[in-house]
């Protein structure tokens, strides 16, 4: 039995199950991220709970050492430096094409994880808050290893998430 569902029953559906959904643009690792630390992924507006995020290669990476680590800072009302919400992942090197690089949202201090199959991961274990009341902030991707230099290597990231505040939103920043 097949079942067509109204394009705007699947988007409740999804926003029920998984969270609001912002994805940035494919972004280029020799001009953008693991070229540089601290690139805005994000921009998050008021307080919102990480129900998933997750980086998926569009373009397969070449053989370099970059490590992604997601962090989160803040501008407004007041200026929280950024923090850590992942530590490093393995190696980028050679990724390819749907392999994801994904918060596993467990603890702090635990890696972000690289998938060992494309278009295969897990859902994160448990969620985070980040953000504060009628505050502004971004959630990053920093480069703990060397600089991406070769030509090759696209990514694009995906934030699923609920607001837990009035008014507040999330939007890409890339």
């Known amino acids: 039995m097949s079942r067509n569902y109204n394009p705007s029953t699947v988007e409740v559906m999804e926003a029920v199950n998984s969270g609001f959904r912002v994805e940035t643009s494919s972004l280029v690792c020799t001009t953008t991220i693991f070229k540089q630390t601290l690139v805005d992924l994000f921009n998050v507006y008021g307080r919102i709970r990480i129900n998933a995020l997750f980086g998926e290669v569009t373009v397969v990476f070449s053989a370099d050492a970059a490590k992604g680590r997601f962090t989160f800072a803040t501008t407004l009302p007041a200026v929280i430096a950024s923090g850590n919400i992942s530590a490093d992942s ?6 390819a094409v749907g392999q994801r690089l994904t918060l596993q949202g467990d603890l702090v201090a635990t890696a972000a994880v690289i998938t060992a199959s494309a278009g295969i991961s897990f859902w994160p274990l448990s969620k985070f808050i980040v953000g504060t009341k009628d505050g502004t902030g971004t959630i990053q991707i920093n480069n703990d290893g060397a600089a991406v230099s070769v030509a090759t290597g696209e990514m694009k990231f995906v934030l699923c998430y ?7 939103y999330a939007t890409a920043a890339v």
């Open 90 to 95: 393995a190696s980028v090197s050679a990724m």
């Open 162 to 168: 609920t607001p837990i505040s009035d008014g507040a």
